[in-house]
């Protein structure tokens, strides 16, 4: 085997952020084994890669035991969407728990280098704004999100656990809300939302006043960032923050969306889910400093841009 070519194992690879992963992983060189239980992931996204022999696809879930040699390992399985995550919340707490111990008791057997998709949850409906690796966050321990938000906390703490008993080298990037090419359209989080929803003209559904924040990352600034986290110093573990930290309202983003559609859809408004964070605004300056010069390209204009196309194209063919 070619000595620079790293066999790496991604967990939801078939998923959003793990599809974009594995192809970047392949165009680097490596072999890349992409593990899914199709969950909220599908085949058809990595079905474009089948053709590269140092590409496989395994169905299989992460809270049962797998065995396989690697040299590193991203950890991504687990739904990402308030609406799939908490259809079955105690399978979401069940893929963080036992997922995360599988990957990391593999990790320590075969001395892999493990990476963990965290997230900006961990910080719940901050206090402190915007939110430093520091923070521990104001997390609801029994609400409609802890299934999501506790069993990441969890998947952070096996992570530093297993490093400080076993030696494992891990990282744990939180990122901050993504979105890009290749999500499902029915997936309910707010930008694939609202690109359908104007794309055909409906109504745009704003949750409560609309004036809650988010800070959105383009899908290629995060693989990046991911990828730079990867190289980093053993030494080095995170948590670090990974986004973009201009902040937007749901009112901005849906302006923006009928404008850059053209469309005719109006704005109505629905109840606020239960827990809904009120602002999320990432604090880069860890990951700058880390990630070898790592920081968001993409600004929400031209990302939103990219991303309409793709939802345009997808629903003219489907
Ligand atoms: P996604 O739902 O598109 O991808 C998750 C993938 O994991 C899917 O392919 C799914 O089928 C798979 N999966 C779920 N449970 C599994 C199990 N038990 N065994 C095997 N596979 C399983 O979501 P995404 O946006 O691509 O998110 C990927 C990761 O990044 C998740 O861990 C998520 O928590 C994290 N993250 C995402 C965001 C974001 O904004 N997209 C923000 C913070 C963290
Ligand atoms: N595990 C796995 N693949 C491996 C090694 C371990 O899936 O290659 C799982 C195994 O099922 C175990 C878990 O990881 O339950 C944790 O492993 P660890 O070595 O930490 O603990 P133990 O084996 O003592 O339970
Ligand atoms: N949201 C909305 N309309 C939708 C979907 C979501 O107004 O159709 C809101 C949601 O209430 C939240 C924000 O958009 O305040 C981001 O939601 P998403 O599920 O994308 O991400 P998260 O809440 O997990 O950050």
């Known amino acids: 085997m070619d000595a620079r070519k790293k ?19 392949l165009a680097e060189g490596n072999e890349v084994i992409c593990l899914d239980n199709f969950f909220t992931g599908a085949k058809q996204k990595v079905v474009h890669l089948l053709s590269n022999p140092y590409f496989e696809l395994v169905r299989h879930d992460v809270t049962m035991p797998f065995y396989i040699e690697v040299d590193e390992i991203y950890n991504l399985a687990c739904p990402a969407s308030p609406v799939h995550y908490q259809f079955n919340a105690i399978k979401t707490i069940k893929t963080s728990v036992m997922g995360s111990i599988n990957m990391l008791g593999l990790a320590k057997r075969v001395k892999a280098k493990i990476l963990q998709a965290s997230t900006s949850e961990v910080y719940g409906d901050p206090e402190l704004h915007p939110q430093p690796e520091s923070y521990w966050g104001n997390v609801n321990p029994i609400g409609v999100r802890s299934c999501y938000d506790e069993g990441k906390r969890c998947a952070e703490s096996l992570f530093v656990n297993y490093h400080q008993q076993n030696q494992v080298v891990i990282k744990i990037a939180r990122i901050f809300n993504t979105y890009g090419p290749k999500m499902e359209p029915d997936d309910g989080r707010v930008v694939s939302n609202f690109i359908v929803q104007a794309l055909q003209n409906k109504d745009i559904t704003i949750f409560g006043d609309g004036l809650q924040s988010r800070s959105f990352q383009y899908v290629d600034d995060l693989v990046d960032g991911l990828r730079r986290l990867m190289q980093t110093p053993d030494d080095f573990l995170g948590p670090v923050n990974i986004g973009n930290p201009h902040e937007f309202t749901m009112l901005e983003l849906a302006e923006k969306i009928i404008a850059l559609t053209g469309s005719r859809s109006k704005i109505t408004y629905l109840p606020l889910p239960e827990d809904d964070p009120i602002q999320r605004q990432p604090d880069i300056s860890l990951a700058k400093e880390k990630l070898n010069g790592w920081e968001p390209k993409v600004q929400l204009e031209e990302g939103l841009t990219k991303t309409i196309a793709y939802f345009d194209e997808l629903l003219k063919t489907t």
Request: with cysteine; glycine share 22%; net charge neutral.
């Open 7 to 25: 066999r790496i194992l991604v967990t939801g690879g078939a998923g959003f952020i793990g599809s974009h992963l594995c192809e970047q992983l």
